[in-house]
C-alpha cells in the first residue's frame, strides 16, 4: 500500500480536490484548462467496461467535446445550465493505483450532492484519475478521468452540472 | 349527492386540454387502469432479448415485468410477480436465464412462466395444482422486432392498432442498411413532470431552435442545417389515427431508399468512409453515410414509445409528477463497428443527463409541471398550425412539423379512451 504521504501522491490528490472545487464554483473555463490535451474524461452506462469507444457513455470528452461543453456551460444558450443546481463534493477514500515522477493513478470515492428547487439529489461513484506531475505543482495537469456512477446503468438525473 | 370524478370529457377539447391532466393524481390513476391497462404498451425490442433465456424487466402501467425468449423462441410478458407471496421472482434490467426462482420460498417457475417447482410440497398436497399457479401473463405481439404487450386480452391486434404507423416504421428501419437493428446502448433518466410531457415533446418540432439552441452552436453546420427546419415547407407532421403521428424534420431522409444523388456526404464522416473503402461498395458506404443521422422523422406511437430519428424513446410514468424516459442507441447488428461507434457518439453528444439536448428539454418539462400548477382549469394549447392544417393525399391531417397536429391526434385518442368507462 502506497503511502498517502509521498509527496507525489499528495500532489495528485490536491489536484483532485482543486478540480472539485472549481467544479462546484462552476468556473469551467479554469477547469478545463486542468486537463491535457490528450486527456479523456468519461462516464460509462456500463459498469464493467472499459472499452469505452465500443459503448455508450454519458460523458465521452476529447479536447474538442470537452472545450464545447465548457461553452454550453457558459455561453447562455441551455436552459439547464442556467437553471443548473448547486453543488458540494467531497472526494476521498484515496487509494493509489500506480505512482512514479512523471504521474499518479488514483482511485477515489466521490460524492456529490445537489440542489435544486427545493429538493437535495445525490450522485456517488468510484472515480480514477490519471495525474500527470509537471514541473511544478501549478503545472501538474488531469490526464484522463472515469466517473463510474453507482446507478450508471439505472436512471441518473442531473441537472445542469458536471461530475 | 354524486361523487364528483376526476374525469370530464370536457378536460380535453380539439384545441386545447385542462392543466390539471398533468396535476391530478386520480386522473393519472385512472390513466394507468384506462390506457395503460388497455391497449399496447411497448416494452422491448428483440435485439434485447436476443436468444432462449435471455430476458428484460421493466413496467406496464406501474406493474412489474419480465419480457423473456422462451426455448422455443416465443416471445413472453410475464407479471414478475410470485404466485405464492407476491415477491418479484426476477431483480435484474437484463440477462440471461434458465427459469425464475422466488427469493423468499423458492417456488420456480419456467421461462413461460409456468410453475415448475415448489420446495417442501406435501404441505400443499389436494391444496395446490402447480398447473393453476403460472406467473399472470400479458398478450403480446411484435411488429418489425418491436415488441409490445397489453393486459388487455380482448384488444384488437397489435398490428391493426399500429395501422398507418406500420409504414413509417418500415421506413425508420432502413437506417440499418439491411442488417438486423439491434440496441447499442441505454441513456435512463427521471424528470419530475407528467408523462404527457414527453409525449407532447416528440412531436413538438416549434421547441427545438429554442430550447436546443446550445447543442445546434455546438454541431458541425451540416448537421445544424439538417435540423433547420422552421421554415422548411417540406417538413411536416402527419396524424395518423389511434393518437399515433409522424414529425418528419429532414424530408430527404424520409426513406432512406430514395436518393437522387446530389446530397454530398458530410465532411464530419470523412475518416468513416476512409475506414470502409474497399470493404463495402461506394453505394454501400454512401447509403450507411446518409443514415448516420436517423430516418429524418419522428414516429410518435401512443402512448410509450417514439422511433426517434436514430433512437427509440421510451415513456414510463412513475408518478402524476415523474416520468422515467429511456433514449435507446441503436445499431447494425454485423454492420462495421466503427459506424455503429460513432452512432454512439451522435447519440452522446445530444442524449442522456450530461447530454448537449436532454437536459435542456428536461427543464422545460420540469417548469410545464411547475407553471401548470397554476389555475389548473386554465388550458394548455396544443392549437398551433390549425389555421393550415390540410388533409394529405392517404387521408392525414397535416400540417408543419412546428404545429401541434400530432399533440392533438394523441389527445383525441386519450380523450376516447379515457371517455371509455
Known amino acids: 500500500m502506497t503511502d498517502l504521504t509521498d509527496p507525489r501522491v499528495a500532489r495528485a490528490i490536491a489536484l483532485a480536490w482543486r478540480e472539485a472545487e472549481l ?16 486527456a479523456w474524461y468519461v462516464v460509462p452506462t456500463d459498469p464493467s467496461t472499459d472499452d469505452f469507444a465500443s459503448s455508450l457513455n454519458m460523458v465521452y470528452d476529447d479536447d474538442r467535446m470537452r472545450r464545447m461543453r465548457v461553452a454550453r456551460m457558459t455561453e447562455g444558450f441551455s436552459p439547464s445550465a442556467v437553471a443548473a443546481a448547486r453543488t458540494a463534493r467531497t472526494v476521498s477514500r484515496f487509494s493509489v493505483a500506480e505512482v512514479s515522477d512523471a504521474g499518479v493513478r488514483l482511485r477515489a470515492a466521490q460524492v456529490v450532492v445537489a440542489y435544486k428547487r427545493g429538493s437535495y439529489s445525490v450522485l456517488a461513484g468510484d472515480v480514477t484519475y490519471q495525474m500527470i506531475l509537471g514541473a511544478t505543482v501549478d503545472t501538474d495537469r488531469i490526464g484522463g478521468k472515469v466517473i463510474r456512477l453507482l446507478n450508471c446503468d439505472d436512471p441518473v438525473s442531473a441537472s445542469g452540472f458536471l461530475l | 349527492m354524486t361523487t364528483p370524478t376526476a374525469w370530464s370529457d370536457d378536460l380535453v377539447e380539439a384545441d386545447r386540454v385542462a392543466g390539471r391532466l398533468y396535476t391530478d393524481p386520480e386522473i393519472f390513476a385512472l390513466e394507468m387502469q384506462r390506457i395503460f391497462h388497455r391497449t399496447w404498451v411497448w416494452v422491448a425490442h428483440e435485439s434485447e432479448i436476443p436468444s432462449p433465456g435471455s430476458f428484460k424487466t421493466t413496467t406496464v402501467g406501474g406493474e412489474p415485468v419480465i419480457v423473456v425468449r422462451d426455448r422455443k423462441g416465443g416471445i413472453n410478458t410475464l407479471l414478475n410477480r410470485c404466485r405464492h407471496r407476491g415477491a ?7 440477462g440471461k436465464a434458465n427459469g425464475f426462482t422466488c427469493p423468499y420460498h423458492n417456488w420456480s417457475y419456467g421461462l413461460d412462466g409456468a410453475l415448475r417447482g ?26 418489425l422486432g418491436m415488441i409490445w404487450a397489453t ?22 428501419f432502413k437506417q440499418s442498411n439491411g442488417y438486423p437493428t439491434k440496441v447499442t446502448g441505454i441513456h435512463k433518466f427521471r424528470f419530475k413532470g407528467n408523462w404527457k410531457i414527453q409525449l407532447e415533446n416528440t412531436t413538438d418540432g416549434y421547441h427545438f431552435p429554442m430550447v436546443h439552441k446550445s447543442w445546434m452552436t455546438s454541431v458541425d453546420a451540416e448537421t445544424a442545417d439538417m435540423m433547420s427546419f422552421m421554415n422548411d415547407p417540406t417538413a411536416v407532421t ?7 403521428s409522424v414529425a418528419i424534420m429532414a424530408q430527404a431522409h424520409a426513406d432512406l431508399d430514395v436518393d437522387d444523388g446530389t446530397e454530398e456526404i458530410q465532411p464530419r464522416f470523412a475518416h468513416l468512409v476512409d475506414a470502409l473503402v474497399g ?7 454512401r447509403r450507411m453515410m446518409r443514415s448516420m443521422h436517423g430516418c429524418g422523422f419522428n414516429l410518435n406511437t401512443f402512448p410509450n414509445v417514439s422511433l426517434s430519428l436514430s433512437f427509440f424513446r421510451v415513456l414510463i410514468p412513475i408518478s402524476v409528477d415523474e416520468t422515467e424516459i429511456w433514449h435507446m442507441a441503436l445499431g447494425m447488428d454485423g454492420g462495421p463497428e466503427i459506424v455503429n461507434a460513432e452512432r454512439l457518439r451522435i447519440h452522446e453528444h445530444f442524449q442522456g443527463p450530461f447530454g448537449f439536448g436532454s437536459p435542456d428539454d428536461a427543464e422545460g418539462w420540469e417548469r410545464v409541471q411547475r407553471g401548470a400548477a397554476a389555475s389548473p382549469s386554465m388550458p394548455i394549447l396544443v392549437n398551433r398550425g390549425q389555421n393550415r392544417e390540410v388533409t394529405s393525399p392517404e387521408g392525414w391531417p397535416t400540417s408543419h412539423v412546428t404545429d401541434e397536429t400530432g399533440m392533438r391526434e394523441a389527445y383525441a385518442m386519450y380523450r376516447r379512451m379515457m371517455s371509455d368507462d
Not at chain 2, 470493404?279 to 458506404?285: G, L, N
Request: charged share 30%; hydrophobic share 30%; glycine share 8%.
Open chain 1, 23 to 38: 467544479l462546484d464554483d462552476k468556473d469551467y473555463e479554469t477547469w478545463a484548462d486542468l486537463y491535457t490535451p490528450d
Open chain 2, 238 to 244: 402527419h396524424a395518423l389515427g389511434n393518437g399515433h
Open chain 2, 151 to 172: 393486459f388487455n386480452h380482448d384488444v384488437e391486434p397489435l398490428e391493426d392498432f399500429l395501422g398507418d404507423a406500420k409504414p413509417w416504421m418500415e421506413r425508420f
Open chain 2, 279 to 285: 470493404h463495402y461498395t461506394d453505394a454501400q458506404i
Open chain 2, 88 to 94: 418479484t421472482v426476477c431483480d435484474l434490467p437484463k
Open chain 2, 118 to 143: 415448489i420446495p417442501y410440497p406435501d404441505g400443499y398436497e389436494g391444496v395446490v395444482d402447480k398447473a393453476d399457479y403460472p406467473l399472470g401473463r400479458l398478450r403480446t405481439e411484435s411488429y
